[in-house]
């Protein structure tokens, strides 16, 4: 079957570069809202507020194996594996504990994937730094329901961000670009 | 104003943490989605990819075997597949900058800061499919223009040299891959 001319890429060939412009195949699913009262968002919302059920296990579970990491760490030390354990570990909390309900402890596991992931070796990473942050994000946890929690956090993820920040300033001073990049603002657009 | 029709989207959502996987998929069905496959690291993801040939791909950067980064500059490798245009819209909790810019050079199309929102998550949608963006071919890129805006105020060299020479229609890749017999 032959395909219709729009069904091509049309392409614009410059000097040292191609514009193309692939078929605009998702033309297909837009069209004009009939419905005001429609709304996706909501709706997404909706099901996710459904889905929150279970956050709280799901937070549990995340935890935990931040705390296997730290246990392998402890035993094995600073090794590739233990080191991308850990920082997956933080990384996924760091991601995901908002969406959970748990923003505090999304603000400490920040902290922890600064430090592991911009030493400049791995091996130089105080463990016991480590250890404070994970500490700190079970007892953010297991303390969610305290009236001062929002405080007592804030407070906690200062002082580890603070150290955290100083071990990189000092550890990454040789190079400079480097330091910059990880002090700079950040550029993804939010949630 | 414009709506769009998610129940006929197909989406491949990629993260190789299953409480986001259901995140998503719990969001894509609630945007009205029916289409939703799933993959755990990057190397089931471009396998799904290229079973699925979804409209649009949700991949995580952090994965096992390789990562979103890698994922997407193989999706971009034109005769590769079927569809190296396809959105990706790449979730990361990285927002550092030397982070953006290497996804937006591997041919990220969106980016989505973890953590996410329904509407952050619809926003991204909402452009990829509402407003794509042309595609750029260089020596050493091929993926979504770079260049979301032209700034009147650019003062600097012009890195894209040549005036335009020819405009043709070139036959789909995927007919070029054919066989004949």
Redesign the interface.
Known sequence: MS?R?E????????????????P???R???????DPN?N?????????A??SSLFGS?MN??CDRLEAARQDLKRSGFTEKTHEALF?AA??I??????FGY?AI?SIAESL?RLVEHAPEITKIPIALVEQHVEAVRAVLREYARPDRDEVARALTKRLRDVTDEFLKNTNSFRPEYLE??F?P?????? | MVRIDFNRLRFLVIDDNAHMRRILRTLLHGFGTREVYEAEDGAAGLEAFTHYVPDIVLVDWMMPIFDGLELTQMIRQQGANANPYVPIIMLTGHSEKKRVVSARDAGVTEFLAKPISAKSLYERIFNVVVNPRPFVKTKNYFGPDRRRNVNPNYVGPERRKGGKAEMFNEPPLLDKAKVPG
């Open positions: 395909r001319k069904d091509s890429p049309s392409i614009a060939t410059y000097a040292d570069h191609e514009v193309i412009t692939p605009h195949e998702l297909k699913v837009v069209g004009p809202a009939t429609d996706p968002v909501a709706r997404a919302e909706a099901a996710l459904e889905l799901w579970a995340e997956r990384h996924d760091k991601g995901e504990a908002s969406t923003p999304g994937c990049g990880i700079a950040p550029l993804v657009p939010g949630a």
